[in-house]
């Protein structure tokens, strides 16, 4: 339930905010924003919650929860508004609408916070109401960036019929709701109510919401992995493919020229058989083309059991953190985790180009093409972090970052080899030279392509593709 005209009223009556210095702001979540205020060598924290049924303002003892990453609003907030003077703080009329007239340095700046259940916003604005920014940016309605806010015409009581009630007839009511006569102010008795339903209630609606995900995650997840077992189950028969180019190579000189099929005795099972043939081909072309599926098959079938396993290791995952969301408690904290978990791949901020691994705690970075590499070498490297990248064939940087004090383990030099060989010209080959050294070692090729360089005391690789350690490595990346 959402808070009334008159009981904004009676709160702001009460709180006395003007005059007031703004120290911090904290935006737990995206629909609440707490300011940090202090006057007359006293602090107060205000609460603004926009959330539907539960939109209201007052102060709060509780303890704000600050979100694991800093979200965009009170970054903006923190950047306008932290350290300026609260002028004013006042209610439009009846609106469910808060002013707040604002004074940091020379800018004058009102923040109007509204209130209505379902189109709550907090947009920020210069002197003349063009708006900075907003909570939520709605283009439909003009709150965005540069857009022009226009309070509504403010009503009277009389125009409304509405009763204006006095500040004793809204504590009364608010005594009846919760009665306690050790909450002597309107603004503990608000903050004990919504502490003791609002959370229960944004609680029970944040766990209908994570169970459909996790309900709709779920069954992505089991079909995608029946559709995995479902292709595995057609490699079963991988070893007859190696059967059938034997029976060519054993029977192929009874061919005719232009025959489709070989008819012969299979000498496993003593009976006959007919194998399907390309005319256009040679005995041993056609054989080498049975061999060539016998091995993607066989191929196949491995990535697909990992495949199938890290699956099956995601749905775990996915179990225990649903039993973690209805576990816990404390409502922001469900809302930062169903956050972090149904946040699209595309929209998680990308720290850097090209993509990483952690291998026990080594960190590796791979660029793949010129750009990345560029990209790399001028701003995310440094001069003890190691280089590689493959002799005479072009392809992707790799780096292992450096640690104070550690040599690098064989195993890591061999996962960043594999890679770079991986990530190169000389994957088809699947073996090469790889050149080793650290970046303050490497200088630019005067005139040369983009990131292109030199090195100088470098080591030499001979390195074997290790499909093995390949995929262990693309297991710890899927997982991350």
Request: charged content about 30%; hydrophobic content about 35%.
């Amino acid at each position: 339930m959402s808070l009334n005209c008159n009981e904004i009223n009676a709160i702001l009556n009460e709180l006395d905010i003007s005059g007031s210095f703004i120290q911090d702001i904290v935006q737990p979540g995206y629909d609440t924003i707490a300011l940090f205020t202090y006057k007359n060598a006293t602090s107060t924290t205000l609460l603004i919650c926009t959330a539907n049924d539960a939109c209201r303002i007052h102060s709060t003892t509780k303890k704000i929860t600050r979100n694991d990453k800093p979200l965009r609003f009170m970054e903006l907030l923190k950047s306008k508004i932290k350290g300026a003077r609260i002028d004013s703080c006042m209610q439009l009329g009846l609106e469910r609408i808060v002013a707040f007239t604002l004074s940091h340095g020379a800018e004058k700046l009102i923040m109007y916070v509204r209130l209505w259940s379902g189109a709550a916003n907090i947009i920020l604005c210069d002197e003349k109401n063009t708006i900075i920014d907003a909570l939520y940016r709605r283009p439909s309605k003009n709150e965005i960036s540069g857009g022009f806010f226009s309070p509504p015409e403010q009503t009277s009581a009389k125009q409304r019929d509405w009763h204006i009630r006095t500040f004793d007839d809204v504590q009364t009511e608010y005594s009846a709701r919760y009665p306690d006569a050790e909450l002597l102010s309107f603004n503990q008795k608000v903050d004990f109510w919504y502490g003791e339903h609002a959370s229960v209630l944004s609680r029970e609606a944040l766990l209908l919401k994570a169970e459909k995900w996790y309900n709709t995650t779920k069954s992505k997840r089991e079909a995608a992995l029946e559709k995995l077992k479902a292709k595995l189950n057609s490699f079963e028969h991988a070893a007859q493919y190696k059967h059938q180019g034997d029976l060519i190579l054993t029977y192929g000189h009874t061919l005719s020229g232009n025959a489709h099929f070989l008819e012969c005795d299979d000498y496993e099972t003593g009976g006959k058989v007919r194998i399907a043939i390309e005319p256009k081909k040679n005995v041993q072309e056609n054989a080498a083309a049975y061999y060539a599926q016998y091995k993607k098959a066989q191929s196949g079938a491995k990535q697909l059991a990992r495949d199938i396993a890290l699956e099956e290791k995601k749905l775990a995952s996915l179990d225990a953190l649903y039993e973690h969301i209805k576990n816990e408690a404390n409502p922001v904290k469900i809302e930062q985790l169903l956050r972090k978990s149904t946040m699209p791949v595309q929209q998680k901020k990308k720290t850097h180009p090209g993509i990483d691994y952690t291998v026990d705690d080594w960190y590796i970075l791979v660029g793949r093409d010129a750009d990345e590499n560029d990209e790399l070498l001028r701003h995310y490297v440094r001069g003890r972090d190691t280089w590689l990248h493959v002799r005479d064939f072009s392809g992707g940087y790799v780096f292992i970052k450096n640690r104070q004090g550690k040599e690098i383990p064989r195993t890591i030099l061999l996962d960043a080899a594999n890679l770079a060989v991986y990530y190169s010209k000389a994957r088809k080959a699947g073996k090469a030279d790889v050149y080793c050294t650290e970046v303050k070692y490497l200088r630019r090729a005067k005139n040369g392509p983009k990131g292109t360089v030199l090195p100088t005391q470098e080591k030499n690789l001979y390195v074997e593709l290790d499909q093995a350690r390949l995929d262990k490595l693309d297991a710890l990346r899927q997982e991350e």
